[in-house]
């Protein structure tokens, strides 16, 4: 990227900053009559704001924008969600020749008589991340034509909760992301480790997370491509990954197993690997966890795996019922290299797994009627 489009979108940014813009990751911007069940955890959040709600549901997420005043809705509306604006309006809150850079450099294009950005704005504690836009993904899911999309999402801030309880009282030498995407993981945890690297086999994803980085002045990660672990160099003490898991024919693990693979060459002996990942549940067998059982055998590695929560994909039902799917469990995944071969799962809270098979079977049955 030129040094003159990285400071366009570096200007965007701090305006975006002097705004207050992080306000927005405390409220829930999702609807879900469903989400009932947790919406006195979405209103204490209101006078915490210690959780990132950005990705999640309420019965009334437009009530929660109260707390906004009318500026930051506006910069929500055309930084987050690229909601097509008239030009006067962008003006004012840019600056003509912040919009005429924009326009110029193909980040902000014109649909009918209103502009669009191209690139959306997600904020993390006090970082702003760059994604591509939120429509990428507003049509029905289908993992064969996400492209070379580069998106953030739910998973990653569920990881980043875990990683903050893991990383506590730790600090690594050197750390590794595969699959970094926009970088907000790496990037996020980075104070944890002396080098970090991210890589991703998507250009744009480290295009992407590279940029973000420079926007949050963070300086000891180096960002490049690599598909997977093909042009990495070295052993690291700490690896993170959040891969591909959307096969519903392979459960959920389509790159994990490849990740545990070259452990032995990249993996220092004391290291350990973290992941998050969906595994599929058919006929009541669990893919993850039944990879995991026997992999701890083979390797001798202590595996902790941690419950997130049970769901469903709304949007996949229909290949559910192809590949007689019921739903998926969301792991957190500890591999200890150095271990005696203990294979340890740690169950969600009764409330959680309540709430969330309480949500499952109410769903299908809704959808029978088409609701």
């Excluded at 209103?43 to 997420?61: E, R, V």
Aim: proline letters at 2%; one cysteine or more.
């Amino acid at each position: 990227m030129s040094s003159s489009n990285f400071n366009l979108l570096n200007s965007i940014v701090k305006i975006l900053k002097r705004n207050n813009y992080s306000l927005i990751q405390y409220i829930p911007l999702n609807f879900s009559f469903l989400a009932i069940a947790k919406e006195h955890e979405n209103i204490f959040n209101l006078f915490k704001k210690n959780k990132h709600l950005i990705f999640y549901f309420s019965l009334f997420p437009k009530i929660y924008r109260f707390i906004l005043n009318e500026r930051q809705k506006f910069l929500l509306n055309i930084f987050f969600y690229n909601t097509p604006v008239r030009k006067e309006l962008l003006i004012k809150f840019l600056s003509k020749d912040l919009f005429n850079k924009a326009l110029k450099n193909n980040f902000l294009i014109k649909v009918k008589r209103r502009y669009v950005f191209k690139i959306s704005f997600v904020p993390y504690k006090k970082l702003i991340f760059l994604r591509d836009s939120y429509n990428i993904y507003q049509s029905r899911f289908d993992p064969n034509k996400s492209g070379n999309a580069v998106w953030m999402g739910a998973d990653s801030i569920m990881f980043l909760r875990f990683l903050k309880i893991f990383l506590k009282d730790k600090y690594f030498k050197r750390t590794i992301e595969i699959g970094s995407g926009t970088g907000v993981v790496i990037n996020s945890i980075s104070k944890k480790s002396k080098f970090c690297e991210a890589i991703d086999y998507n250009k744009k994803a480290v295009k992407y997370s590279s940029l973000n980085s420079k926007f949050n002045k963070i300086k000891n990660v180096k960002t490049y491509y690599s598909n997977l672990f093909s042009k990495v160099k070295g052993k690291f003490d700490l690896i993170i990954a959040n891969p591909w898991f959307v096969d519903l024919k392979k459960g959920g693990l389509e790159e994990a197993p490849f990740i545990i693979n070259k452990l032995d060459k990249h993996l220092s002996q004391e290291g350990y690997l973290l992941m998050i990942l969906n595994s599929y549940i058919k006929k009541d067998l669990d893919t993850a966890y039944s990879y995991f059982k026997k992999l701890s055998i083979q390797k001798k590695f202590d595996i902790s795996i941690f419950v997130n929560g049970y769901s469903i994909e709304t949007d996949r039902l229909y290949d559910y019922k192809k590949y007689g799917i019921d739903h998926y469990v969301s792991y957190n995944v500890i591999i200890k290299k150095n271990g005696s071969g203990l294979l340890k799962r740690y169950e969600t809270s009764f409330y959680r797994k309540l709430r969330d098979y309480t949500f499952i079977k109410t769903y299908k049955f809704l959808s029978l009627f088409k609701i």
